[in-house]
């Protein structure tokens, strides 16, 4: 049971725009930012998006993060047969003093 | 370039112990707090822990699930981050990850480390 909600999938035909949730609480989310990880199959997990919506230099701003309340979304547009992979949203915890992630939503590109 | 390169890992037996290590090379090692995640087989990702810079304080942090059973050290000289496992238990198996920096900015290959008798 993580403590970050996320659904466990998400799917899009290519083109398309695609929003994943992560829901928390004020411990989390409500006063602290969010990061976005992509782990495409087989591989190590990599910074997609870090404070609510800044891109690492070399995504693509095709992806996109917002933060409200004690909820935060990643969306991808003009979705591509690469965006296939597992996402991950995580958040610092005030009263768990450390990080915690989401259960991960895995992304199908039909 | 930022590499992190991993080594360690394997199967142990329950109540056995594994060091992993991290070789960092691309940033200023030293300046950088650095942490363990670990993601069990088919599951989602879970902090281990960190450690700060020495600049920081040098200090550790611990996810409970581990606090007292695994240690994180740092060596500024190697350019190379440790995690010493011991007590390890069966649902200590899963891969772990060093990363860098606060937002785990960059992630190692992984090591897989199994813990069955």
């Known amino acids: 049971q993580s403590v970050l909600t996320q659904p466990p999938s998400a799917s899009g035909t290519p083109g398309q725009r695609v929003t994943i949730s992560c829901s928390g609480s004020s411990s989390n989310i409500g006063s602290n930012t969010v990061n976005w990880y992509q782990q495409l199959p087989g591989t190590a997990p990599k910074l997609l998006m870090y404070s609510n919506n800044q891109r690492p230099s070399g995504v693509p701003d095709r992806f996109s993060g917002s933060r409200s309340g004690t909820s935060a979304s990643l969306a991808i547009s003009g979705l591509q047969s690469e965006d296939e992979a597992d996402y991950y949203c995580a958040a610092w915890d005030d009263s768990l003093n450390g990080p915690v992630f989401g259960g991960g939503t895995k992304l199908t590109v039909l | ?117």
């Open chain 2, 1 to 117: 370039e930022v590499q992190l390169v991993q080594s360690g890992g394997g199967l142990v037996k329950p109540g056995g112990s594994l060091r992993l290590s991290c070789a960092a090379s691309g940033f200023t090692f030293s300046d950088v707090w650095m942490s363990w995640v670990r993601q069990a087989p088919g599951k989602g990702l879970e902090w281990v822990g960190r450690i700060k810079s020495k600049t920081d304080g040098g200090t550790t942090d611990y996810a409970a699930p581990v606090k007292g059973r695994f240690i994180i050290s740092r060596d500024d000289s190697k350019n190379t981050l440790y995690l010493q496992m011991n007590s390890l238990k069966s649902e200590d198996t899963a891969v772990y990850y060093c990363t860098a920096r606060g937002s785990f900015d960059y992630w190692g290959q992984g090591t897989r480390v199994t813990v069955s008798s």
